[in-house]
């Protein structure tokens, strides 16, 4: 599979390549340079015929004595090891000739320095003449005057040099790579110490390989987090309020009872009461029990059809104003309770609405099978339409005595865990509907 070119791991290899390839080209061109200006020495005898005169001149002012001292001098200052013989072979100042330069002398190479190139390691020599007797100046080190390239400071600002670039170049890639994880670095700890607003989208640029991607979905859990957190707060301000009519009321009832002869009646409130908040308890625990719940794959196949029907039937059972369009069967997978407690909260919600027929239609397309629920009452303002699915969200906030509010959430968490897509919008003509999308599949499906 091709490599895409926002890939880290590509942009990783094209840096350390480029790198590579520059020091080697510096180095190259360096080497280039050098060796031109080398080239050009090779044929220019003057300095080797320079140092000749000034051994033979320190000779013939000191003798010995200021021909060693000359010889220690240029050997501190330019690194060459030089000798300056007699028509004999024999140092003028007495020094010792190494082995080397007897072979040299022995093979009898012409004096000169044509003999020598930029690879040569042999010696080379110049001859002159002092009182009618031929010398002869030997360099024992010829690189060291006339290829630069291999003397210690050349090495020296090459090596820096290279060192330069890969440093520079390193720290760029360094920044590039280290900046996004800091930001996302300082980014967790501010969401660790509280902070559920802090995102990292921004300041990663527009990034597009697995750095960007990493702040990407930073800042989906960071989003995700503040939903559930703000979620869990609201939710419990809610069922602290929901709880309090009913306990309120049982505590009036109490008292009613203790103030009368015979608490029948009193003692029924308190009963119905208590029923209620066991009810209201139960859907909390539903819906928390839901929005915890991992997205997991339902086991069942399932005929929305049939279901359909089933709902239809125990609702017309109680109120028998609803109708049923379901052309043919549409399978899903999914969990029976879930979806038939979804659907129901969602009809039965329809008919506390309207005391016209809710039409229930059952459709399909490519890949999923939408159920709407429509009815005839007030409908929403457009405000709601959305948050009609959250926690304790009425429509009517008069009519708290029917519900608490969470009939619908209940049934957006089932329909979602399930892969859909739940929405609602007022219909022309007054009223509501409630469409559900779920994920269809061929009735063969495991």
């Not at 490599?3 to 942009?11: D, E, Q």
């Not at 320190?58 to 010995?64: A, S």
């Not at 930029?118 to 006339?146: C, D, H, K, Q």
């Not at 308190?270 to 539903?286: G, K, S």
Request: charged share 25%.
């Amino acid at each position: 599979m091709p490599m895409p070119m926002r890939s880290l791991y590509l942009k990783l290899f094209l840096a350390f390549w480029v790198v590579m390839m520059l020091v080697v080209a510096a180095n190259m061109g360096l080497t280039w340079l050098l060796a031109r200006h080398f080239d050009s020495r090779l044929a220019d005898t003057s300095p080797l015929a320079q140092h000749a005169n000034e051994a033979l001149d320190q000779y013939r002012r000191g003798g010995p004595e200021a021909l060693t001292r000359w010889r220690r001098n240029l050997l501190q200052e330019t690194g060459l090891r030089v000798l300056l013989l007699d028509s004999r072979g024999r140092s003028l100042d007495g020094m010792p000739l190494p082995p080397r330069l007897h072979h040299h002398l022995q093979q009898g190479a012409p004096p000169g320095p044509r003999h020598h190139d930029r690879w040569r390691r042999r010696p080379i020599s110049w001859t002159l003449e002092n009182a009618g007797e031929p010398l002869r100046f030997v360099v024992l080190n010829p690189r060291e005057l006339i290829d630069l390239l291999y003397s210690g400071s050349t090495l020296a600002w090459r090596l820096g040099l290279t060192v330069l670039i890969v440093a520079l170049l390193s720290g760029l890639l360094a920044r590039y790579l280290v900046r996004p994880v800091r930001l996302v670095q300082r980014a967790s700890r501010a969401l660790a110490e509280g902070d559920l607003q802090v995102r990292v989208g921004e300041a990663m640029g527009n990034r597009r390989d697995e750095l960007g991607e990493l702040g990407a979905d930073f800042d989906r859990m960071a989003e995700r987090l503040q939903t559930l957190l703000e979620g869990q707060q609201q939710l419990l301000r809610d069922v602290s309020h929901e709880l309090r009519t009913p306990l309120a009321r049982q505590r009036v009832a109490i008292e009613l009872a203790r103030r009368r002869a015979e608490p029948g009646e009193a003692l029924d409130r308190i009963e119905q009461e208590a029923e209620r908040l066991n009810a209201l308890i139960e859907e909390i625990l539903l819906l928390v029990r839901m929005d915890g719940a991992p997205a997991e794959t339902p086991r069942e196949t399932l005929d929305l059809g049939q279901l359909l029907e089933q709902l239809v039937d125990d609702a017309n059972f109680e109120a028998p104003r609803v109708t049923l369009a379901a052309p043919g069967p549409a399978y899903c997978r999914g969990h029976p309770r879930q979806l038939h407690r979804a659907l129901e909260n969602i009809v039965r919600n329809a008919l506390k609405y309207s005391e016209q027929a809710v039409e229930v239609t059952l459709t399909t397309d490519a890949g999923w099978a939408e159920i709407s629920v429509c009815d005839r009452g007030p409908g929403l303002p457009e405000a709601l339409q959305e948050r009609v699915f959250d926690p304790f969200v009425r429509a009517d906030p008069a009519r708290e005595a029917e519900g608490w509010g969470l009939g619908l959430a209940i049934a957006a968490k089932a329909v979602r865990l399930h892969g859909g897509e739940i929405s609602a919008g007022n219909r022309p003509g007054g009223g509501l509907c409630l469409q559900v999308r779920l994920p269809r599949v061929p009735a063969t499906h495991p």
